[in-house]
């Protein structure tokens, strides 16, 4: 293969792809990518998961090199559980809207106004965050490491006001929360959710818990992404409403291929719920990347130490 053929001219994506299965080989390298990416990508990882599911792998490999086909702070808590390894993510302005919304500053003022609350964060926040944090949880386990606590426990969660809610609601706690959402699930609404419904009356609707209460409140199972895509294999329905981002799509449906899955838009011009920052990543992109080993991960020894303890406390709950 010519090596100067990708700026060169033009490829196709399976030149890429083909490219990149053979530098990943020759690195020693292993791809984990979230269920938001792109189909292409998902079918070429060594692991596909949530963010729970992604934390393990990264915690557990002996590869190499650790490319995050995801969203910065996944890769971030990869680099935090593999100091000594490489990390590189395709694109380092995929963020997200979630981790964006708990600037460090305001929330180190906000834990000043609750001296007395432990801090349980969504991993879905920033290495800065993290080092505040008590102990981390992700959709999956968000209610039992809520739970672990006594119930007199004061608790700040942060930084998804909809997933504290949800956990409140379910534990009956009543824990502090910060005023933060992921965009791509807050947007939707239980208006045009109804209208789905009384169109589809045979469908059931899956929801993620980082939606709004009143979305939740029509779901027929909430779970979180991996959670999502078990309910679908196990469940005899047949066609579902799905409230999250569109790329579960993609392993739903090879893993259900007689079954309909229609996903809740975030408007009225699209028939899609897509993340931006998640889909800033492409096969172009994850190629480059491992070829120049870069962009990495980087971050400072202190910063890895503080981050690191509470995401361990959650492996160990969880």
Known sequence: MNVN??????????????????????????LLAHYYQIPEIQ????????????????????????IFAGVHFMAETAKILNPAKQVLLPDL???????????????????????????????????????????????????????????????????????????????GRNMVLWNGSCEVHDILTSERIIRMKA?????????????????????????????????????????FIVATESGILHPMKKANPDKEFLIVPADETCHCNDCPYMKMNTMEKLYLCLKNESPQILMDEETIRKAARPVYRMLELS
């Open 199 to 239: 169109e589809n009356p045979d469908a059931l609707l899956i929801a993620h818990p980082e939606c709004k209460a009143p979305v939740l409140a029509l779901a027929d199972f909430v779970g979180s992404t991996t959670a999502l895509l078990d309910y679908t294999i196990k469940s005899t329905a047949t066609r």
């Open 43 to 66: 079918d070429i990882a060594d692991f596909v998961g949530d963010s729970l599911g992604l934390a393990r792998q990264a915690g557990t490999t002996s590869a190499d090199i650790i």
């Open 93 to 171: 302005n995929a963020g997200c809207s979630l981790a964006d919304s708990c600037p460090p500053d305001a929330f180190a003022a906000f834990l000043k106004e609750h001296p007395d609350h432990i801090v349980v964060s969504y991993i879905n926040c920033s290495a800065a965050i993290k080092t505040m944090s008590d102990v981390i949880c992700t959709s999956s386990n968000a209610v039992k490491i809520v739970s672990s606590f006594p119930p007199e426990q004061k608790i700040i969660f942060a930084p998804d006001r909809n997933l504290g809610a949800y956990v409140n609601s379910v534990t």
């Open 5 to 30: 053929m990708f700026s060169t001219q033009a490829q196709h994506p399976t030149d890429y792809k083909d490219a990149f299965l053979k530098l990943k080989k020759e690195k020693q390298a292993i």
